[in-house]
């Protein structure tokens, strides 16, 4: 039996979470199961149904990217002097989006370039954070509480920049280790497309299905009560969501509409979750792993998790109190 081909396979997929979400909106719940499942279920479907949107949208900038803007690029926006390089390569990334998929490898072509590898990796942090899709994104997840986006942005672009400079100064210059990268050849510039949007659709997507399965699964077994006692130990709160964001591993473009579910989980434990997720999970460790050596992986993402905590606690802090 031959293979499905895999953009036919994100057809087939999209076709079909289209169709389950247009009969669930015109007859309800699919499967009228009551109880807690019942509302597990549709919890799952309305994470899904308003992030997925975001995650198709942000498939196709990143893929755009990769196809059409020349690999320099960013070089030549960024300064070689590499204390100014690292905030520039962060503002870039604004200009410049890409996912948590993409931003590793481009990450390694820009130090191939000649690139100061503190700003490639500020880069690689801040782009799948703080990017106009993803503030988009969470502006519509938190769509009663606007001061959200802006404490995301704030505090990611803040860790992003912070561990930069610090990588500077104090990371082992022999510890990073570039490994074989792939740069895609001229004259493919549609097949680069096809194939960044298929991969990135397919892995992000499992991701965000997972991830909403295990948020709703909190939401409807866990007490509000059980969440009001938690909320006494602020520290406890910030841990929870921060391991939470690495375990589940979330596209950035989706990820905002999962932290907003946790509805009885305080402002600044959700932003804790938006600002560590896009900068360090599981799938990001393999790749920085693959692509850099996995001593580097270890002490690297070490100090990103203790930047994007003390930023995101700080930030929280300051703007809900």
């Known amino acids: 039996?031959?293979?499905?081909?895999?953009?036919?396979?994100?057809?087939?997929?999209?076709?079909?979470?289209?169709?389950?979400?247009?009969?669930?909106?015109?007859?309800?719940?699919?499967?009228?199961?009551?109880?807690r499942l019942q509302?597990?279920?549709?919890?799952?479907?309305?994470?899904?149904?308003?992030?997925?949107?975001?995650?198709?949208?942000?498939?196709?900038?990143?893929?755009?990217?990769t196809a059409l803007l020349p690999g320099n690029l960013l070089g030549k926006l960024t300064p070689r002097q590499p204390l100014l390089s690292v905030p520039a390569a962060a503002g870039?990334?604004?200009?410049?989006?890409?996912?948590?998929?993409?931003?590793?490898?481009?990450?390694?072509?820009?130090?191939?370039?000649?690139?100061?590898?503190?700003a490639a990796l500020t880069f690689l942090l801040a782009s799948p954070?703080?990017?106009?899709?993803?503030?988009?994104?969470?502006?519509?997840?938190?769509n009663g509480n606007p001061m959200m986006v802006w404490a995301r942005f704030t505090a990611s672009i803040?860790?992003?920049?912070?561990?930069?400079?610090i990588w500077l100064a104090f990371g082992p210059a022999d510890l990073l280790k570039l490994k074989g990268g792939h740069n895609h050849q001229h004259g493919q510039k549609l097949e680069d497309f096809r194939a960044t949007v298929v991969h990135d659709f397919l892995q992000a997507g499992g991701f965000l299905?997972?991830?909403?399965?295990?948020?709703?699964?909190?939401?409807?077994?866990?007490?509000?009560?059980?969440?009001?006692?938690?909320?006494?130990?602020?520290?406890?709160?910030?841990?929870?969501?921060?391991?939470?964001?690495i375990v589940m591993s979330l596209c950035s473009e989706a990820d905002a509409f999962v932290a907003a579910a946790f509805t009885t989980i305080s402002p600044t434990g959700q932003l804790v979750f938006m600002v560590v997720g896009p900068m360090i999970d599981i799938k990001l460790f393999a790749m920085q792993s693959g692509a850099?050596?996995?001593?580097?992986?270890?002490?690297?993402?070490?100090?990103?998790?203790?930047m994007c905590i003390l930023s995101a606690a700080?930030?929280?802090?300051?703007?809900f109190g």
């Open 1 to 35: 039996m031959d293979r499905i081909p895999s953009g036919v396979m994100v057809l087939i997929i999209v076709g079909s979470v289209a169709l389950l979400l247009t009969i669930q909106s015109l007859q309800g719940v699919l499967l009228p199961t009551g109880g």
């Open 209 to 245: 299905v997972l991830g909403a399965m295990i948020a709703a699964a909190i939401k409807v077994t866990i007490s509000r009560n059980t969440f009001d006692q938690l909320a006494a130990y602020p520290a406890a709160v910030i841990a929870l969501m921060a391991g939470m964001a």
């Open 314 to 319: 700080s930030i929280g802090n300051l703007f």
């Open 129 to 142: 954070a703080i990017n106009p899709v993803v503030l988009i994104s969470t502006a519509v997840a938190f």
């Open 292 to 306: 850099f050596g996995w001593k580097f992986a270890v002490r690297f993402m070490t100090l990103t998790l203790v």
């Open 92 to 118: 870039a990334s604004m200009l410049l989006p890409a996912c948590e998929c993409a931003s590793v490898p481009v990450a390694q072509s820009l130090m191939r370039r000649g690139v100061p590898a503190a």
């Open 158 to 165: 803040i860790a992003a920049i912070l561990t930069g400079w």
């Open 39 to 65: 509302a597990w279920q549709a919890v799952v479907v309305s994470i899904v149904f308003q992030a997925t949107p975001f995650l198709v949208l942000g498939t196709l900038i990143s893929g755009a990217l």
